[in-house]
């Protein structure tokens, strides 16, 4: 098996057919997502004024049916295998899940994973911001709340602060992913990362980034104010296989041939409660990473040592698939019937362009509907 940076097998050109695959599932994401939002949040603008809370349960079941979709996309279209071993993921809990971020999609990828445990309804990612003015999955990543960051702390923190009040006021469940490697693992991320653990006297890692503790330390304290039983989730993503690093291995129809996740759950018992604590126990979690990873490129399969297992397939589940082909089809048909609407109904022409005049307007002012959403006046303590 290659090893983390080894990937020859990967870039051994793609096929046309590989190729094709790639280029419908991008275009369908873009369209969807463009479509789908656009449709949905003009319906439930009105709610941000009088009720808030409603128009976040209500537009995170439309962002999770999306993200369905899009899963479904990966393993039907794609053909992307999925195997998970450890912990199971709790539903209805505030949570944070840290995962290591070895390419360009893992989030995308984590919704596999999501959708067989805890669901997708309150799902969050923290995000590079620029990716929030990408039409369509950006536009949806402002609508459903998503955290962006631009990587320069002094702007980070407050941004971070004010989403966590804006779903505090709600008193909303969320379920946060991070990545506190803060980029994915490729041969310039891996130089840097071995420069900043020469500086700090640390042993370089080979399988992963060294971690940057302050987005991660700074979210946890936050939430553990709002809610004292705060779990967090380590999950460990691997690839036995071909996959993209980024978007233009994608487009050039490198595909993911199998995901593998490996969780850990840390009850609020195990969760430091101070600052240099909370960066020590993070980089404890990076070094068991580390090694799970070693372990992994050289038996094919997560081991570990606590449970006493390997990773597994899963097993095709007949529910499984029905849903994620029901929900698929039902955004094809969807999508086409907006399209169709949209050219016979001059109303909705109307609301469309004023959408995309608030998202290119919000672009230009290098702000977000994340924003809107965080700062309202109309904003209160629901209970």
Request: aromatic fraction near 14%; charge should be positive.
């Amino acid at each position: 098996m290659d090893g983390p940076l080894g990937r020859e097998s990967a870039l051994g050109g793609p096929s046309v057919p590989s190729r094709l695959k790639a280029l419908v599932f991008m275009l369908v994401l873009l369209l969807t997502s463009a479509v789908g939002t656009l449709c949905v949040n003009g319906l439930l603008m009105p709610l941000l004024l009088f009720r808030p809370r409603l128009y976040r349960l209500l537009f995170d079941l439309f962002i999770g049916l999306w993200q369905w979709q899009a899963a479904g996309l990966l393993e039907k279209l794609i053909g992307m295998k999925v195997e998970i071993t450890g912990d199971e993921i709790h539903s209805n809990e505030q949570s944070l899940i840290i995962m290591n971020h070895r390419t360009c999609f893992d989030w995308l990828y984590c919704w596999s994973l999501l959708l067989r445990q805890s669901g997708l309804w309150t799902h969050k990612t923290v995000v590079k911001s620029p990716l929030r003015h990408i039409p369509g999955p950006g536009w949806a990543m402002q609508c459903a709340a998503y955290l962006f960051v631009n990587r320069r702390w002094e702007d980070d923190e407050n941004h971070l602060k004010t989403m966590m009040t804006y779903y505090a006021k709600l008193n909303y469940k969320t379920q946060i992913l991070i990545f506190p490697e803060g980029t994915d693992f490729n041969p310039v991320s891996k130089q840097r990362s071995d420069a900043f653990a020469a500086k700090q006297g640390l042993v370089p890692f080979s399988y992963v980034l060294h971690p940057r503790t302050t987005g991660f330390t700074f979210l946890v304290s936050q939430l553990q104010q709002g809610w004292k039983d705060l779990p967090i989730y380590d999950v460990t993503i691997a690839f036995p296989s071909s996959f993209p690093q980024n978007e233009v291995e994608l487009f050039n129809g490198i595909l993911p041939g199998s995901v593998h996740f490996h969780v850990r759950r840390h009850g609020p018992a195990d969760v430091p409660r101070t600052v240099d604590s909370l960066s020590e126990w993070c980089t404890a979690r990076w070094q068991e990473k580390e090694k799970r990873l070693r372990s992994f490129y050289e038996n094919g399969r997560f081991v570990d040592a606590q449970y006493g297992e390997g990773s597994r397939p899963q097993h095709r589940n007949l529910w499984l698939d029905l849903c994620i082909y029901a929900v698929m089809f039902s955004w094809y048909f969807g999508t086409a019937f907006v399209i169709l609407a949209v050219f016979w109904w001059p109303l909705l022409q109307v609301v469309f362009a004023a959408e995309i005049l608030l998202f290119v307007g919000l672009w230009y002012r290098g702000s977000g509907f994340d924003v809107i959403q965080g700062t309202s006046a109309f904003v209160h303590h629901e209970r």
